[in-house]
Structures are given as C-alpha cells and as structure tokens.
C-alpha cells in the first residue's frame, strides 16, 4: 500500500506528464512511469530524489485563525460578510478547491454569525465532500440552487437569515464580473472592493507559510540546475523546458519555467518563435512550483559554452542590482524604494533613462498566488512589513542582442530582507 508522500509524487509527476501534451492512454501511462522510475531521463534529473520530507500541510486550525482575523477587519471597516469564488482566497480561507463556471458555488464569511455555502443543487455532494475537509464542518449552512431557480435569491434569503436585511458585501477581487453584478442587484445590497480584508489577512505570511515557500524555492532552484547540467546544443526551447518539468516531478511537485534563446531574452516575457539552442547561446528561464499551495519564482540566465564580455559585463551589473534591492529592503521602507534602488544601479551603470531597458518593475508580492500584493514599483508608497515576500527580478533587455534577468524571493524579516536562494554567481555558474 503506497503512503501519502508517494501519493503526492506520484499525482505531481501524473500532472507533469499530462502537461507535456495531449498523448494516447499506452503512451502516457508509458511516459508516466518512466518519470517515476527514471528511466529514459539525462543522468542528472534521474538522480533526483522527492523534497517530501517535512512539508506540513496547512492545517484546519490555520484556516479557522484566517477567518477570524478577517471578521475582525470586516468588523473594523463596517463590511458585513465576504464572498469568495473559486480561486486561492477561497482554499486560503476555507480549504475548498473550486474551478469557476457559469454556475455560480460561493462562500460567505460574515462578521457575525455562521458562513454560508452557496452551490449547484447537484454539485452538493461534491462540495460538502470538501466542507467537510476544512473550516467550515460544522459551522456552516449550505443553501443549494436548481438549474431553473436564481442563485441570487438564495443569496438573500440566506442573508435574511442572519438578519442582514441590509448588507455590505466584500467581494473578493477575482470573483467573476457575472457574479458580481447578481450580488449588486440585491435590493438593499451594496458590495465593495474584498481586497482589503483578503489581502489584510494574505499580505503578511506567518512562519508556516514562509517555510513552505523556501521549500518551493528550494525545490526549483534544484530542478533548474538538473535541466541546466542537462542542457545540449540542438535543443529546442520547449525540449529544455520539458527537463525543468521533469526535474520538478522526479522531485515530487508539478513545476515548469519559459525558456527564452539569444535575441529573444530581451522580451521579458518572451516570444512563442521556435528556438534551438546552439554554442553561445543565452538562456533566460522563469517559473517554478507551489508546496501545499506556496509559490516559487525564480530566474535564472546562462550560456551554453562560453559568454560575450558584453554579457559579463550586463550579467555583473545585473547582479549589483539585485542586490542593491535586497540591501535596501527593511520594515518601515515604501515598496516604492526598493525598485528605485535596483533602477538607480541600471541607470548609472548606462542602461536608462528610466524603464528603456530595465521595463518592468523589480518585484511583485508573492504568495499563494505567483504575482500578489503589495507590488515594489514607483508609485507605491504602502510601507515594507516583516513577513511580506517579493520577488527580488531587476532586469536589463537590449533589444536584438540579449536580455539578462535574475529572480529569486525575498522575505522582509524584522531588521532588513534575506533571499530564500543564493544568488546566481555568473553565467558560466548559475547554481
């Protein structure tokens, strides 16, 4: 009987293979099994072996502390109850995993009194399997809609019940726009922007939520060096990328990255033009995994062979860049200071004025989400905390040549920011 860790590994490498493409039962079981057992793998991804030990899912406890802190920010700014819809807030708070369809399965968290579920009449079954996983055993109604009946008027009557004749409603930022709307045409209804109370609570992590993402970190930046010591002339960009998601899965978790070759890494997000890589080519790669639902970014730039001086030379103040911004990263410090330390590092150096090729901000908040508040750009004055995670990814892009980008996450600590991975030494030792 297998155990839950090889459970995990074996539905993570099952995810990867499926992400490689459509392909027949036989070929894909075939495939599958190989990524499990290694065979048919370059020797350094085959020698891998599953990050398992010591991840601890986020517990029922956690997510119950969640929603009394976000009643207590509902109460603090008059909001009478949350809804959320599929998508991370509804598994942060709630620990139901939802895909969002026409059909409308929502979760509300008021200030006061029990949450309610409100669901498809025949999905019930299905999502009380979940309730029944989380916070919400126990302490919620469920109030179910059939295919002819208006959900919104569910929406009401449950309201009505908890004696919210009139209501302030948050709804959380992602919620589609068609649900929205049906909840603001409730009479005596008003709904307002749930970002406050959702990202209140997701903004600043707690110490479980910090090690889970050091462990993603981890985990990509080993997956990254197996594709990287794996990497040959003649492969495509998508072949290189199919190391990094293999590499991911012989360590346990479902993980990928873009692969951007030569002239193409100046595009910071890419370009979809087929690409080989050949003798002295760049190599820009971006992405990562989630542990227990904890994100990894990371970035890495090398060459296959040996660099340009030119590219040293970027590679270098690239480098001092980085760095600037983890240096001036610190509690009490506007977001906003951080991009201008990385900024002014690229400018002196002769890569400006401004964004001309440094184009992007240097960091965005991190989370269960990839890219989530606050964001470290010009701009935006919201002040540092212990716990908030960025990623730390100046870049500099000089068109039809090549583009050098190093990413890796940061967390504010109590005196000033550390980095979860060690920084990229050069192109010729990015690991």
């Known amino acids: 009987m297998s155990n839950r860790r090889e459970f995990l590994a074996s539905a993570s490498t099952l995810g990867a293979a499926v992400a490689l493409g459509a392909r027949p039962t036989d070929a894909l079981a075939a495939e599958t099994e190989a990524l499990q057992q290694g065979t048919g793998l370059p020797p350094a991804i085959q020698a891998l072996r599953p990050m398992r030990d010591g991840v601890v899912p986020i517990s029922v406890a956690e997510r119950q502390g969640r929603i009394e802190k976000a009643r207590r920010l509902m109460r603090e700014q008059g909001i009478d109850a949350l809804m959320l819809a599929g998508g991370t807030s509804m598994i942060y708070f709630t620990g139901i995993q939802w895909g969002n369809s026409e059909r409308l399965l929502a979760a509300f968290i008021p200030a006061t009194g029990r949450p309610f579920l409100v669901t498809p009449k025949f999905e019930e079954e299905r999502a009380m399997e979940q309730v029944a996983l ?44 068609q649900f929205t709307y049906g909840v603001t045409n409730l009479p005596a209804v008003k709904v307002v922007d749930g970002t406050p109370i959702t990202a209140g609570c997701r903004m600043v992590k707690d110490r479980h939520e910090l090690a889970l993402m050091r462990h993603a970190s981890a985990v990509t930046l080993k997956a990254y060096e197996a594709a990287w010591k794996s990497l040959r002339e003649g492969m495509t960009q998508d072949d290189f990328g199919r190391l990094v998601s293999q590499a991911h899965s012989r360590l346990g978790y479902s993980g990928s990255a873009g692969v951007q070759v030569g002239q193409y890494s100046a595009l910071p997000h890419g370009s979809a033009t087929p690409q080989v890589i050949r003798e002295g080519s760049i190599l820009l790669i971006d992405g990562g995994c989630k542990v227990e639902g904890y994100s990894s970014d990371i970035s890495r730039t090398f060459v296959l062979g040996t660099p340009t001086q030119k590219m040293k030379d970027v590679f270098e103040i690239e480098f001092r860049a980085q760095t600037a911004a983890l240096r001036a990263a610190r509690p009490g410090l506007p977001c906003e200071a951080v991009d201008a330390a990385a900024r002014k590092v690229i400018v002196d150096a002769g890569y400006g004025p401004d964004y001309k090729y440094f184009s992007h901000r240097v960091g965005h908040g991190m989370g269960m989400d990839g890219h989530e508040w606050p964001y470290l750009v010009r701009g935006n004055t919201r002040l540092l905390e212990p716990g908030m995670v960025f990623s730390d990814e100046p870049g500099i892009y000089l068109p039809g040549e090549f583009g050098i980008r190093l990413e890796d996450d940061m967390v504010i600590t109590e005196t000033g920011a550390e980095l979860f991975t060690p920084q990229s030494e050069s192109l010729e030792k990015p690991f």
């Open 134 to 177: 989380g916070p919400m055993q126990g302490t919620a109604d469920v109030y179910p809609w059939e295919e002819h009946e208006d959900p919104y008027a569910v929406i009401a009557t449950a309201l009505r019940a908890r004696g919210l004749t009139t209501a302030t409603i948050a709804c959380e930022e992602t919620v589609r726009f």
